[in-house]
Structure formats: structure tokens, C-alpha cells
């Protein structure tokens, strides 16, 4: 019988102590210079950047920047991260690293669950089944948005309030409810486990209150529920510094962290007036940020986060060790109506990104949450897709693992320069609440929600599900109660809203009426011109933006001459037409076929490209004001309507 004989000696511990240098690379190492040489080049054939453009062109045009002006290179090498800061190590300040030295393993972050059913009963039991299934914490609205504050043992009965902490929210309710609720809890607390066992956070947030709603109390309001927490509770915040509010009406992640920052100074300023140390005062504020579904930009957020908090607190004369609080949230406004169940994947990566940028709490919202009360299903799993990022990703066992990433550190310290800018901007301003009262916020949020909504019109943020690859069938996901906006406070007077996907879904709405009213969906014919794989392309772009505005498409399929496409127009029953054909057939065909189409009808003919025909009414192409498109083709096809 043959056999084979293995070499033992490669696995002999006594081999020789200097092996053979491996190379992963065939030749010389490349150097920049050869990679900036090598992006020019397949730029140039991809024709994205002209002949004669000089050296390294080609690395500029895949440079974007951030709404803060945090410029993103393509590629990042050590020489990118040889100014940063020293961003020291996990559990001591900056705190970039974390605030804990060991990080969150074994165990992971807190798993914090939303709810505000204000039926005592439903939100019990599933408060209790979240409890028993993964979540760490409660996330509890009180007031008009949520639970009574004549509830709360009702709906805490049962909840060990020395193991599971419960962070109150009153922000979708008046000054009153926020202080009524956190002393119903304070006092809740103290009979049931006593006040040097219960955990929680108080929730008292005046200043978020005013951004939401345009008025709220003096930021001292908060001084006397404090002091009480912070001489009696050792283990329970009493205020939010929020970010929220800046994030859902647009604002930039650098807006966002600045405001949060001059939200908490505020907080800091009237608790050390009243008396306490800063540490102490620190102690009793929670930071709290949004997490989006762009992944590095919000571990950047977090990391930058606790870098900036630590730095005002060691302005302060605060003690080296004093660490943040940070409570990180999946955005409410990245939730889509339309398609939600794509939203799991929204959650998903929010959640894995808190996870890694180091929260301490994270708060992944079920996938229905813009569309009214979530079910248990869903519920459920919103809270299974944090277990299963800390239990089977193992996610908690590294300790930053953005950390050391020249990217990650590069946009850490670029996002921390630009918040710490807006907040000494806010500063200046008079602090948080002045800011707000004169309008700075406002104004300096609105241009940054207004090139942001430039980006979702022109579908250079993509909304899948909503703006890309609609499904204009789907069957609608229906759900009762309010939605976690509304949950969150947001009221007109505040700052507004920004919804990405409001204006398309207004659109999908506006087809769903008139389908409802007439049986028949707004509809465009596309004038397809030479066989199916000419025109495939540009027919399926055609559909794939109509569909985003809930309009259909009728197709004239394969066709050889002017007459079969009119035909064709003919038995659609449409006054809109859509041109799908590659350049060379436009340049045949497409003027006798817009002539013939007006002839038959067409009150509106567009085409897919950019070519130039006489007797246009407007262009699709990649890049092309969408929403300007769809709402200009419902004044056509529903003249009576006032476009949305």
C-alpha cells in the first residue's frame, strides 16, 4: 500500500528561529506613487477623468466630503495618521478608546428597548418579555406620548429596578410630566429596592424640550431632582444631554455632537452653581447620539463623543477618571415606511456600528417604528439582532476594534474639530438655549438638511426600498398608534423634521389614492425602441425611478419602426412617454418617434440619457432631480391634484 511520508520538521518547535521573509507581493512593494498612477489610469479608461489631467486627478475626484467638510479619501496609509492626536488607551481619558479598560467584554452593551404603549397592561408584559429575552434595559416614554406617571408601578411591576435600569422620556409630553414622572420613580425606587440600589436615568432634559417644541423651562429646573439623585441615588443620571433633536432635523454629525455638547455644559453650569463638584455633576448626565446605517461615520461619532466630553470636563478641573455615559440610538428618521422590512438591515448595521464605536447602552428600533406601535414580533427582533451582534458576531470581545484603523482615527479627530467648532460657535451665541431661542440652530441645521435633501432628490443618497429599487406592489405593512417621532416629542414649533424618505412616500401615497379611487395606478409609456437588449438598460432605470414615485410603466417591447411604437402608445392610454434606447438608436429614430407620439397624444415626453432631441419635455439619467421629474409627470397625468 503506498503512503505518503509528511515532513515533520516545519512543525518541529526546535526549527530553525528565522524562517524564510514571506512576500505576499510579486516584486518591489508599490509605493503611493505607483497606486495614485494606477487610479488615474482606470479612471481615464472608465472615461471618469479627461486625457489631460494632471498627476493624481484621479485620487481627487474619489475624494468626498462630509456635510461637515471632513474631506474621505479613497485610501488611507500611516502618513494620514502622523498629526493625530494621541488618543491614549481603553478606560482612561480621552476616552476615545472606551471608557472601560477592559471594554464590554464578555457581556456586551446594555440593550436598551423602547416603548410607549400607554395601555399599563401591554406595555407590563412586554416590557417583561423584553427582559427575560436579551434587553438589559427599559427605554420608557411617559406622559401624553407613553405611560402615565400614574402607572408607572403598574407597568414596572415586576421589573427588578437594581438589575434593569429604566431610563424615562418625557420629551413627547410638557416640563410637568418629566418632573412628576422622575419623582414617581424616585420614590418607586426607593420602596422597592431602596435608593442605593436603584439604577436609571431620570430623563430631565429641558433644553431638548425647547428644540423640539420651541419652548420649554429653565435649564435649573433640572437642580432640584438632581440634587436629591445626586445625594440619595448613587447610581441613577438625572439628565439627557440629547443629541437627537439636531439629528432628526437634519443636522450634520459634527451639529449634532456640538449642540450635544453645549447642552450638557449647560447642565454642568446650573448643577455646579447649585453647589456640586463637577465630577458629581457629571456623573448625573447621560450622553445620547444617533447611529445610522453609515457604519464609520457613526463609530467615529461615538469615539469622537466621549473624546469631546472628556475634554470639557478636564476644562472643568474634573477628576482624570471621570468617564461618559453614552446612550446610542438607531436614527428614527432612516426608517422607511415603504418596504420597512428593509429597515432590519438599517437597524443591523446602526446597532453593529454603536457596538463597535463603544456605547455603552444601544437602542435599535424595530423595523415598523415609522409606521406606528411595534408588535411583539417585531420587538422581538429588534432586541435579537443586538444579542446576536454580541453573542454570535462577538462583538463585545474586542476592545475598539476601529481603533488604530487610520481612516477610523482620521475621521475621529476631523469630526471631533468640527463639533467642538459648532459648540464653541453656540457658545459664543450665549450656550444651548440662546442659540436656540435666536435661531442659530435652525439656521445653520437648515443647510445642511437642504443639501441633504438636494442628495435624496437627486438619488445621491439612495434609499433602497424607497428611492432605489422600489416594489410598486408590495402589500402596504400596516400599524396603529404613534409612530417613534411621535414617541420622541417632535412637535410643530420645534425644529422640523427630516424624514429622507418622506417625499417619495408621499408620492407612493398619492398613487395608492388614486388606485384606490380609480382602480388604475398614474401610469408612463415607455417607448422602447430595437430589441430587447438595446433597450433593456435604460428601461429598467426608467421604471426603477417612475416605481420610487408610484408610477407604473407600460412597455412597447421590441420594436422596428415609429408606427409600432405608437401603436403601442396608443393602447396604454397615457398622456406620458418615456424614450428607453441606447445613443446610437436616439440618434435614428428618436426625433421621428417624439414627433409621431406628440402627434398621437403625448403631452409629455421624456427621455432616458442624456441625448439632445427636439421636442423634450425633460431627461432620466443618473444624477437627475428625481423628485422634480416624478412631480412634474403627476402634473400631467393628474392635472387637478396640486403636486405634494
Keep these: 500500500m503506498n503512503t505518503t511520508q509528511v515532513d515533520s520538521t516545519a512543525l518541529d518547535r526546535n526549527a530553525p528561529d528565522e524562517p524564510e521573509e514571506l512576500s505576499l507581493v510579486d516584486g518591489p512593494a508599490p509605493d503611493?506613487?505607483?497606486?495614485?498612477?494606477?487610479?488615474?489610469?482606470?479612471?481615464?479608461?472608465?472615461?471618469?477623468?479627461?486625457?489631460?489631467?494632471p498627476p493624481g486627478a484621479g485620487v481627487e475626484a474619489l475624494t468626498w466630503s462630509t456635510p461637515d467638510g471632513i474631506a474621505v479619501q479613497p485610501l488611507y496609509t500611516a502618513a494620514d495618521a502622523v498629526d493625530l492626536p494621541d488618543v491614549g488607551v481603553p478606560g482612561l481619558r480621552p476616552f476615545v478608546r472606551g471608557d472601560r479598560p477592559g471594554g464590554a467584554v464578555p457581556d456586551g452593551w446594555d440593550v436598551r428597548q423602547w416603548h410607549a404603549d400607554p395601555?399599563?397592561?401591554?406595555?407590563?408584559?412586554?416590557?417583561?418579555?423584553?427582559?427575560?429575552?436579551?434587553?438589559?434595559?427599559?427605554?420608557?416614554?411617559?406622559?401624553?406620548?407613553?405611560?402615565?406617571?400614574?402607572?408607572?408601578?403598574?407597568?414596572?411591576?415586576?421589573v427588578l429596578l437594581d438589575l434593569a435600569p429604566v431610563v424615562l422620556d418625557a420629551s413627547g409630553s410638557g416640563p410637568d410630566d418629566a418632573v412628576a414622572a422622575a419623582e414617581a420613580y424616585l420614590e418607586l425606587g426607593a420602596a422597592r429596592v431602596g435608593p442605593g440600589l436603584l439604577r436609571g436615568t431620570l430623563g430631565l432634559d429641558p433644553v431638548g424640550l425647547r428644540a423640539r417644541t420651541g419652548s420649554g423651562p429653565d435649564v435649573g429646573s433640572v437642580v432640584p431632582l438632581a440634587l436629591r439623585a445626586s445625594r440619595e441615588f448613587p447610581h441613577v443620571h438625572a439628565v439627557v444631554a440629547d443629541g437627537l433633536p439636531v439629528h432628526v432635523t437634519g443636522g450634520s454629525a459634527g451639529q449634532e455632537l456640538g449642540y450635544l455638547l453645549a447642552a450638557g455644559v449647560a447642565y454642568l453650569r446650573v448643577l455646579t452653581d447649585a453647589g456640586l463638584d463637577v465630577d458629581a455633576a457629571a456623573r448625573l448626565v447621560e450622553l445620547r447620539v444617533a447611529a445610522t446605517a453609515d457604519q464609520f461615520p457613526t463609530i467615529a461619532k461615538l469615539r469622537a463623543a466621549r473624546r469631546l466630553w472628556a475634554r470639557v470636563l478636564e476644562a472643568s478641573g474634573a477628576a482624570p477618571g471621570t468617564a461618559p455615559t453614552v446612550h446610542a440610538v438607531a436614527s428614527p428618521t432612516m426608517y422607511t415606511r415603504r418596504d420597512p422590512y428593509v429597515n432590519l438591515l438599517r437597524g443591523t448595521v446602526a446597532g453593529f456600528a454603536a457596538g463597535v464605536g463603544g456605547a455603552d447602552a444601544v437602542?435599535?428600533?424595530?423595523?415598523?417604528?415609522?409606521?406606528?406601535?411595534?408588535?411583539?414580533?417585531?420587538?422581538?427582533?429588534?432586541?435579537?439582532?443586538q444579542s446576536l451582534l454580541i453573542m454570535e458576531a462577538h462583538l463585545a470581545r474586542v476592545i475598539d476594534p476601529a481603533?488604530?484603523?487610520?481612516?477610523?482615527?482620521?475621521?475621529?479627530?476631523?469630526?471631533?474639530?468640527?463639533?467642538?467648532?459648532?459648540?464653541?460657535?453656540?457658545?459664543?451665541?450665549?450656550?444651548?438655549?440662546a442659540a436656540l431661542d435666536s435661531g442659530l440652530v435652525a439656521e445653520r441645521v437648515a443647510a445642511v438638511r437642504a443639501a441633504g435633501e438636494a442628495d435624496v432628490a437627486t438619488r445621491r443618497t439612495p434609499l433602497t426600498g424607497v428611492s432605489e429599487f422600489?416594489?410598486?406592489?408590495?402589500?402596504?405593512?400596516?400599524?396603529?398608534?404613534?409612530?417613534?417621532l411621535a414617541g420622541l416629542g417632535v412637535q410643530p414649533g420645534g425644529l422640523p423634521v427630516h424624514r429622507p424618505a418622506a417625499a417619495f412616500e408621499a408620492l407612493r401615497d398619492r398613487s395608492d389614492a388614486v388606485l384606490a379611487a380609480t382602480g388604475t395606478r398614474p401610469t408612463a409609456f415607455l417607448a422602447t425602441l430595437g430589441p430587447l437588449a438595446a433597450y433593456a438598460a435604460r428601461a429598467g432605470f426608467a421604471r426603477n425611478l417612475l416605481h420610487a414615485g408610484g408610477i407604473d410603466a407600460v412597455e412597447a417591447g421590441p420594436t422596428q419602426t415609429v408606427d409600432e411604437v405608437v401603436a403601442a402608445f396608443r393602447e396604454a392610454g397615457t398622456p406620458v412617454a418615456v424614450l428607453c434606447a441606447p445613443d446610437a438608436l436616439y440618434a435614428e429614430r428618436a426625433t421621428p418617434v417624439v414627433a409621431a407620439l406628440r402627434a398621437a397624444g403625448a403631452r409629455h415626453v421624456l427621455l432616458a440619457g442624456k441625448a439632445r432631441v427636439d421636442g423634450l419635455d425633460g431627461h432620466l439619467y443618473t444624477g437627475v432631480d428625481a423628485l422634480a421629474v416624478l412631480h412634474g409627470t403627476y402634473a400631467v397625468l393628474d392635472p387637478e391634484e396640486k403636486a405634494l
Aim: charged content about 25%; hydrophobic content about 50%.
Design 32 to 53: 503611493r506613487d505607483a497606486w495614485v498612477a494606477a487610479v488615474d489610469q482606470v479612471l481615464r479608461r472608465a472615461r471618469r477623468l479627461d486625457e489631460a489631467a
Design 470 to 484: 422600489p416594489d410598486l406592489y408590495e402589500k402596504p405593512v400596516r400599524r396603529s398608534g404613534a409612530d417613534l
Design 363 to 385: 437602542t435599535v428600533a424595530p423595523f415598523d417604528a415609522a409606521l406606528g406601535a411595534s408588535t411583539p414580533f417585531s420587538r422581538r427582533i429588534a432586541r435579537n439582532t
Design 119 to 158: 395601555d399599563p397592561t401591554v406595555a407590563r408584559e412586554a416590557i417583561l418579555t423584553d427582559l427575560a429575552n436579551g434587553a438589559a434595559s427599559i427605554w420608557l416614554a411617559v406622559g401624553d406620548a407613553g405611560t402615565a406617571v400614574a402607572d408607572l408601578p403598574t407597568v414596572l411591576d415586576g
Design 403 to 433: 481603533g488604530g484603523s487610520w481612516y477610523a482615527e482620521t475621521l475621529t479627530d476631523g469630526l471631533a474639530r468640527a463639533a467642538w467648532a459648532f459648540f464653541q460657535e453656540l457658545e459664543a451665541a450665549g450656550g444651548a438655549v
